[in-house]
């Protein structure tokens, strides 16, 4: 049981370039979210997705788009990278209990920067 | 979401035992308090969660006094890999894709 998994780890963009943020989750959990994360900051929430075909946007969510590909894969695309994209990306999937509170599970991370 | 204040920061030494206060005044009536700690270069992990009085786990205890307008995180006997950010969480998170609010969190720094 891998839980959440994050390719790649790090990555260096020119500004312009573009690139997808692969997550995948081994879980079956249903719903799947993209946060930020910039130096000394907590997380922002990017997307969220509740279930497999949905997306819906968090706080943060100009300058990038995502997919559910299926229920494991929750994939973060920046079509047009920018220096203030410059972040550690984090996903998480959300472990739902019946009438009880949830919890996330985080993967690992991909530092990203920006030149 | 109910927004909640911490420390900023917090110094102990190996062995002792921390707590750490939140505060959360707005808390409405079907927000939970969950509290995550993250090390340096990884993923926020749970470490644990309540809604009133005190829950202990493995790891910590979370004290939730009657008016839930603040809750105490306490970590027994810390020791270095204690050394993390440790973040306050309140709301309503019992619905379908509940979403999460991070503040900047308490930065423990933990020495011998």
């Known amino acids: 049981n891998a839980g959440v998994t994050q390719t790649p780890k790090f990555q260096v963009l020119k500004t312009g370039q573009s690139m997808t943020l692969q997550c995948a989750q081994d879980m079956n959990h249903n719903s799947m979210y993209w946060y930020r994360q910039d130096p000394g900051m907590g997380l922002r929430l990017i997307y969220y997705?509740?279930?497999?075909?949905?997306?819906d946007k968090g706080e943060v969510p100009n300058g990038y788009n995502v997919s559910r590909l299926n229920k494991r894969e929750f994939s973060l695309r920046l079509e047009s990278a920018a220096p203030s994209q410059t972040s550690v990306y984090f996903c998480?999937?959300?472990?739902?209990?019946?009438?009880?509170?949830?919890?996330?599970?985080f993967g690992p991370g991909t530092r990203l920067t920006v030149l | 979401l109910a927004k909640t204040t911490q420390p900023i920061s917090m110094d102990s030494y190996e062995g002792q035992e921390v707590n750490i206060t939140c505060s959360h005044n707005?808390?409405?009536?079907?927000?939970?308090i969950t509290w995550y700690q993250q090390f340096p270069s990884q993923g926020p992990r749970f470490i644990i969660q309540?809604?009133?009085t005190k829950v202990t786990n493995e790891v910590a205890s979370l004290f939730i006094p009657a008016d839930r307008k603040s809750s105490t995180l306490s970590l027994p006997r810390v020791s270095l890999s204690d050394t993390a950010v440790y973040y306050c969480?309140?709301?309503?998170?019992?619905?379908?894709?509940?979403?999460?609010?991070f503040g900047t969190g308490t930065r423990l720094q933990v020495t011998l």
């Open positions: 969480l309140v709301g309503d998170n019992t619905g379908t894709a509940s979403k999460l609010t």
């Open positions: 707005n808390i409405a009536t079907n927000d939970y």
């Open positions: 309540g809604y009133k």
């Open positions: 997705s509740a279930s497999e075909g949905t997306t």
């Open positions: 998480a999937s959300n472990k739902e209990l019946a009438g009880g509170p949830d919890t996330q599970y």
